[in-house]
């Protein structure tokens, strides 16, 4: 599953794998416990989607480097887990850091979503006089070059909506979706079409098939909806993610173990873990 391939171009980073809310309790570390933040690094620019909490480590990291990349950060939706992290991601404090920002909302929607959790009371430095840089662009439905890929936005089925994404470099392609809930025959059809033939699926699996039976509503998967995804949608590779707060590291095994008997190119999302698509031997 985690074959690395020096020749590969497309590499997929899981700074944080966690649903909800961040849970850093030590049964909780082998896959961590930051919100979702991943981020796919292109060199001279990164795509990342989502700013968890998981994002700060990231920022961290990328400022630590000779020279920033253009960022460009793209929002599946609002939920605090999805946005929690940017006001301590250091390249928003960066003078010049290239930052572009992209939702299926309009621009200016998208500025003052993102402008409500950094004012008074909840945060000291207020995100509109730090944005100043910041690009904000609409990503919706629709097709966008960005960052030297090719991203595709398609709507999950979600409470308040989401968006999942196809991200391809011509020769591999990676499908999001993260925040879904699979059984609306819309949406599951949807995600069928978009996400065929792809060769990586990261996909929500946050409650185990007990567990949804009390969930219905709450607008996430299980793992075996997600190995449906993947049979249906003919993808041969799947990551588990967005774990539930309650699944420690022992659960989260027997969830991946249970899956892998169905579908053994499964894996469970960890911080830390990047994933490099093999480049074709005629490549
Ligand atoms: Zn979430
Ligand atoms: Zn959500």
Redesign the pocket.
Known sequence: MTQVDSNSNLSITFWGVR??IPTPVSANLGYGGNTACLAIDRGDAILILDAGSGIRTLGVELCARPALPEIHLLF????W??IQGLPFFAPLFHPEARIILYSFHPPEKLRSILAGQMVAPYFPIDFLQVSQHVEFRQIEHSTLPIAGLTVQSFDLH???R?QGYRISDGAHSIVIA??HEHGDPEADARLNTVARGADLLVYDAQYTPLEYEKRHGW??STWRDAVSVAFEAQIPQLVLF?HDPAHDDATLDAILAEAQTQFPLTCCAREGMTLRLETPASA
């Open positions: 649903g909800s599946t939706h609002f939920h887990d999805h979600h409470p308040q989401s993260t925040d607008g996430h967005h």
